[in-house]
T-cell receptor, first 111, second 112 residues
Framework: NAGVTQTPKFRILKIGQSMTLQCAQDMNHNYMYWYRQDPGMGLKLIYYSVGAGITDKGEVPNGYNVSRSTTEDFPLRLELAAPSQTSVYFC??????????FGPGTRLTVT | DQQVKQNSPSLSVQEGRISILNCDYTNSMFDYFLWYKKYPAEGPTFLISISSIKDKNEDGRFTVFLNKSAKHLSLHIVPSQPGDSAVYFCAGIGGATNKLIFGTGTLLAVQP
């Protein structure tokens, strides 16, 4: 039972490049979330999903896109990377809206 | 608008003593609160939670207290251990949204 896995662990992007952050969970959770954490700040919700085929925006969705074609996977897409997207990204899943299980994070730097 | 506030960025405590981490919230619609613990280079892990119908929840060394009239909750760790050194986030959820709103975290250092 791997829980929530995220790839890659680290990535450096140039301004304007695109990339997809991968997230997978093997706990059959309906709810999945993407957060970003900036230094000295709490976690800000980017997008979330309540089940396969259903996604919705969180607090800071601009510059990102998501899809949820299966229960297990919830990739986050950055289309045109900007320095403001330098952050640590966490994916989480939960069986209910409450206790969320987090992945180890992806540290992204945009230069 | 910061709906969940952790006004102490850091806290240092001696091993064996009590650690008290505080959290204030402004959204009166929150009906459930959670504490998460985060070590460096890892994702947050769930620690303890409390429903708004309770004022206390205890799990081993960890106790969360909720004062709804003051919109304040606190996490007590007794006795504190060096392995408790981490960043602690409180979060609230409720009302029209089913999204967790996190505070900015408190870095706890437990000195041996």
């Amino acid at each position: 039972n791997a829980g929530v896995t995220q790839t890659p662990k680290f990535r450096i992007l140039k301004i304007g490049q695109s990339m997809t952050l991968q997230c997978a969970q093997d706990m059959n959770h309906n709810y999945m979330y993407w957060y970003r954490q900036d230094p000295g700040m709490g976690l800000k919700l980017i997008y979330y999903s309540v089940g396969a085929g259903i996604t919705d925006k969180g607090e800071v969705p601009n510059g990102y896109n998501v899809s949820r074609s299966t229960t297990e996977d919830f990739p986050l897409r950055l289309e045109l990377a900007a320095p403001s997207q330098t952050s640590v990204y966490f994916c989480a899943s939960s069986p209910t809206v409450h206790e969320q299980y987090f992945g180890p994070g992806t540290r992204l730097t945009v230069t | 608008d910061q709906q969940v506030k952790q006004n102490s960025p850091s806290l240092s405590v001696q091993e064996g003593r009590i650690s008290i981490l505080n959290c204030d919230y402004t959204n009166s619609m929150f009906d459930y609160f959670l504490w998460y613990k985060k070590y460096p280079a890892e994702g947050p892990t769930f620690l303890i939670s409390i429903s708004s119908i309770k004022d206390k929840n205890e799990d081993g060394r960890f106790t969360v207290f909720l004062n709804k009239s003051a919109k304040h909750l606190s996490l007590h760790i007794v006795p504190s251990q060096p392995g408790d050194s981490a960043v602690y986030f409180c979060a609230g959820i409720g009302g029209a949204t089913n999204k967790l709103i996190f505070g900015t975290g408190t870095l706890l250092a437990v000195q041996p």
